[in-house]
């Protein structure tokens, strides 16, 4: 059974940084894109950043520039760097592999709050 479980989320001042990890369990079979969306509370869930099954990314433009997305095969978790952290990044942000087979796969969220 996969698993997507995040880590890494918290409480951190304006222009301070964050890593977000994701640990995937589980075999999930013709991978797409992997990456991280997050959800603010009153909006709708936005893609931050993607990892293309050839390897390139792409980036919300909101966090291009400060965010860095990376994997480690090896052990199975994908990361999210999160640099300049601004009030309006708080959301919850949340794991998703997507396989051409199966669809999508969500974890269940860790919270961001980013105080002024």
């Known amino acids: 059974q996969v698993q997507l479980v995040e880590s890494g989320g918290g409480l951190v001042q304006a222009g301070g940084s964050l890593r977000l990890s994701c640990a995937v369990s589980?075999?999930?079979?013709?991978?797409?894109?992997m990456g991280w969306y997050r959800q603010a509370p009153g909006k709708q869930r936005e893609l931050v950043a993607q990892?293309?099954?050839?390897?390139?990314?792409n980036y919300a433009d909101s966090v291009k520039g400060r965010f860095t997305i990376s994997r480690d095969n090896a052990k199975n978790t994908i990361y999210l760097q999160m640099n300049s952290l601004k009030p309006e990044d708080t959301a919850v942000y949340y794991c998703?592999?997507?396989?051409?087979?199966?669809?999508?796969?969500w974890g269940k969220g860790t919270l961001v709050t980013v105080s002024s």
């Open positions: 589980g075999t999930i079979f013709s991978i797409n894109h």
């Open positions: 990892i293309i099954s050839g390897g390139s990314t």
């Open positions: 998703n592999v997507n396989s051409l087979r199966r669809g999508d796969y």
